[in-house]
T-cell receptor, first 111, second 116 residues
Framework: GQQVMQIPQYQHVQEGEDFTTYCNSS?????IQWYKQRPGGHPVFLIQ?????EVKKQKRLTFQFGEAKKNSSLHITATQTTDVGTYFC???????????FGTGTKLQVIP | SQTIHQWPATLVQPVGSPLSLECTVE??????LYWYRQAAGRGLQLLFY??????ISSEVPQNLSASRPQDRQFILSSKKLLLSDSGFYLC???????????????FGPGTRLTVT
């Protein structure tokens, strides 16, 4: 079945450093979604990428969708303590009614 | 605007006891509804999803069941809980698919279940 892996599993950074998480799918994706889950909270949708090679920015967050539509990345510039949480990517499956969530990357920001 | 409610927020249940978790969505019609379970520090496991009233698809065989008695109500149940049922249960909704594109999912606040 479809697998969506993320690396790294954990990342500790000093506040102000940059952070990147990578998402790799075993199958080609029609789109990719990104979610953030704060500690103790629920996942919150961040963005969806659809086009090959697409790049989108949300303030300090930059999202990329690979040319082959099998991988994606999330880059945070100058991390802040508010960036703490687990970041999940997700790709559609099963006639698009469902998504497969990636394994997640847990980000810790040291003040 | 749309909102999603889940209750209870936390639950401690003994092994062998029944379970009923409820999820309701407001502000939208005919949403797709989902139940996920998240073990501590782990990813999201899809348990059930529904594209309409009375339509339930199971992802993982287990001692849990789901029902959708109304358009915006989704219930997760068990007749006898196991220790391995402990976890963070999340309900989510999304719009139906269109043109081969999937829509983003919106999650409820979740229920933390501890089976003792």
């Amino acid at each position: 079945g479809q697998q969506v892996m993320q690396i790294p599993q954990y990342q500790h950074v000093q506040e102000g450093e940059d952070f990147t998480t990578y998402c790799n799918s075993s199958t080609t994706l029609s789109n990719i979604q990104w979610y953030k889950q704060r500690p103790g909270g629920h996942p919150v949708f961040l963005i969806q990428l659809v086009k090959s090679g697409e790049v989108k920015k949300q303030k300090r967050l930059t999202f990329q969708f690979g040319e082959a539509k099998k991988n994606s990345s999330l880059h945070i510039t100058a991390t802040q303590t508010t960036d703490v949480g687990t970041y999940f990517c997700a790709g559609p499956r099963g006639g698009y009614q469902k998504v497969t969530f990636g394994t997640g990357t847990k980000l810790q920001v040291i003040p | 605007s749309q909102t999603i409610h889940q209750w209870p927020a936390t639950l401690v249940q003994p092994v062998g006891s029944p379970l009923s978790l409820e999820c309701t969505v407001e502000g939208t019609s005919n949403p797709n509804l989902y139940w996920y379970r998240q073990a501590a520090g782990r990813g999201l496991q899809l348990l059930f999803y529904s594209v309409g009233i009375g339509q339930i698809s199971s992802e993982v065989p287990q001692n849990l069941s789901a029902s959708r008695p109304q358009d915006r109500q989704f219930i997760l149940s068990s007749k006898k809980l196991l220790l391995s049922d402990s976890g963070f249960y999340l309900c989510a909704w999304s719009l139906g698919t269109s043109g081969g594109a999937s829509y983003e999912q919106y999650f409820g606040p979740g229920t933390r279940l501890t089976v003792t």
